[in-house]
């Protein structure tokens, strides 16, 4: 009676024991789990041992766009100087560029504008990294799109340019009054209106934003969109 007592005590306590069920496992994409963690030792070791840089997760994201999401600087530096290509595309349109432009990952932004950036890409929106980041508020990414030579008048899917878009989906603070200011200086067409024809001031003014408004007016916007004039046929 003694031993069956026993042997069930020492099956249970190997049971209970943490080492029974081992829970931590191999990661199925190791290079974007070190590079989600920002452990850049790991990301070189990984990339010595052979691992694709390339390789696409099950929502078809690489490496280096999963540290861009995290906004892992020093992951995202060490994968874009080993050749990481910025504008692979996951499932859903979003690249390392397209990203940490909509995002305002600056850092990774910079990054991505000297090793190839392509500024003509687009999300699944069809929109351009600026137009995300002018709805956002990121000022100085805005600052940095515009001087890389990002389209300030690129029209998405929605309809919108940036400038609508900071204005319709902004909130009328200091920070998107600065990126309306920096669209227009930026030559952004202030009288460029949406698919029902409501032209940027108007949508200002619908929303209370006065120093957009006054921005605008300063620009020489219309409250409608201009009738072309009409031609005269000469008999």
Do not use: C
């Not at 069809?126 to 002018?134: D, V």
């Not at 929303?207 to 008999?235: D, F, S």
């Amino acid at each position: 009676m003694i031993k069956p007592l026993i042997a069930t005590t020492s099956i249970l306590l190997t049971l209970m024991s943490p080492y029974a069920f081992p829970t931590e496992t191999t990661p199925p994409y190791p290079l974007h789990d070190a590079a989600q963690r920002d452990s850049i030792n790991e990301v070189k070791q990984l990339l010595l041992s052979g691992n694709n840089i390339e390789t696409r997760d099950k929502s078809g994201s690489t490496a280096l766009l999963v540290a861009t999401r995290a906004n892992a600087v020093n992951a995202a530096r060490t994968l874009i100087e080993a050749g990481a290509n910025v504008n692979a595309k996951d499932n859903i349109n979003d690249s390392a560029y397209l990203y940490s432009g909509a995002r305002g990952h600056l850092d990774i932004l910079k990054m991505t504008l000297t090793h190839g950036a392509d500024l003509n890409s687009t999300n699944r929106y069809g929109g351009t990294a600026l137009i995300p980041a002018a709805e956002r508020g990121h000022v100085q990414t805005v600052l940095a799109l515009i001087k890389a030579g990002v389209a300030v008048d690129h029209v998405n899917n929605l309809g919108w340019t940036a400038l609508l878009e900071a204005i319709i989906l902004g909130n009328g603070g200091e920070a998107h009054q600065q990126i309306v200011s920096i669209l227009l200086d930026a030559g952004a067409n202030p009288n460029l209106p949406d698919r029902d024809g409501v032209t940027p001031l108007q949508h200002a003014r619908d929303r209370g934003y006065q120093k957009i408004e006054q921005a605008l007016l300063a620009a020489n916007a219309h409250q409608t969109t201009p009738t072309p004039p009409k031609i005269q046929v000469g008999l």
